[in-house]
DNA sequence: CGATTACTTTGATCCAGATCAACAAGGGGC
DNA sequence: GCCCCTTGTTGATCTGGATCAAAGTAATCG
């Protein structure tokens, strides 16, 4: 992958700041470094739906295609590694292995887009947040490399509109859902933004979900 | 892709019959003759949700994951072309442009799970329907080469309890939002499954859509 | 054919979550 | 510190779709 180095420079946004929108040509391909992006969907009316949360080593935009189809914003500070579309896709195809990662990501990611599907479709508010809580904690302990089932405490990388625009709810019904998990012992919020979670397994049990089922990314 | 020719067969499948549980081994793939089979999820209560239709041409199974992550069903008699699945990854590895058009194609169902989670969480019943009845329209309108912009008619593939699955409704909402559309002259029925779009373009009003965005696969 | 079963429509009622409306709590910047 | 501005909470009310309940229609089978 050295060729891949001649080719590749940084990008940084702000939080809050536009990547692309929707329609636009996107001149480079590009893997998350750190921080967050969102790529969401907007109705004409305003209505706005969050479809995928791009985390650090996150690919976005797809070969083969130079228009995208989805608005993507910094959700918080964001540094992306991006590659000139010409000489990223003239590598891929020069090499199968980079084809064949790239499919592998790709499937994953339509596996969690497949089942965020049952959340926006089938599942209670207090079952959303939930499923939304379980996730980002299982990705942090993950990172620090700690089992999800001992209690432990990290900070929520959105905003409770984020949460909303990823739920397909209302930013107060999450405001209201999170107190009522604090209100009953599932979740501790020391700060807005920080939450401490006693115990994994109640928290699990209040997804929805069978008791280890995969979530999304 | 003669040496493919090799190791296919078919199965076939009557209507409502599964093809694979989720969690099961799936020792084929395999891509659809005829007929429409359903990607679902199910929830320990028995709330489901329909997470992709599986159309004549559409692929089914991921290489390198033996494992489903979702329940298949014949929603139709379906026949399937399978290939067992050693000698096909071992096909697709040698073959970079195998690999490639698998990508391609993955891409696409991403862009249309991730189009429908719009649909999911954000769009009202009546909404959910059109959408829903256009995106039909519209592959109809493909496979007998007329432009959509005519009024025609098709018959449509589900049960309503199938696009209440789908759709994240109950039955009951699917059936009063139907006649609605009929009430309002959106659309015509000629029977319960046989549908007449006498404008398209009302239609696609009714879908929440700007003008003329792409619908899901 | 009539009967059984599956699918669909329609009605009445209820409730989870949306909407409308205040208000609290940070958190910079000056 | 104080003010402004963004973010979050909480309350009151409304409503779209769920739920519960009956019929109506169409396909299937003996």
Redesign the pocket.
Known sequence: MLELDKIKYYRNYE??QPVVWSGDQLDFVASVVTGIAALTQTMEDGRTQMVGLLLPSDFLGRPGREITSFDVTAVSDLTLCCFRRKPFEKLISATPNVSQRLLEMTLDELDSAREWMLVLGR??????IASLIAIIARRESKLHLTRPEDGFRFE?P???????DYL????????????AL?RDGVIE?L???QVHIPDFRTLLAETGDDADGGMPA
């Open positions: 939080a809050g599942k209670t508010a207090r079952e959303k929520l959105l905003t409770r509109e984020a949460m909303a397909g709810l209302t930013l107060e019904t999450v405001s209201r859902q999170i107190s604090k919020l700060s807005n933004r």
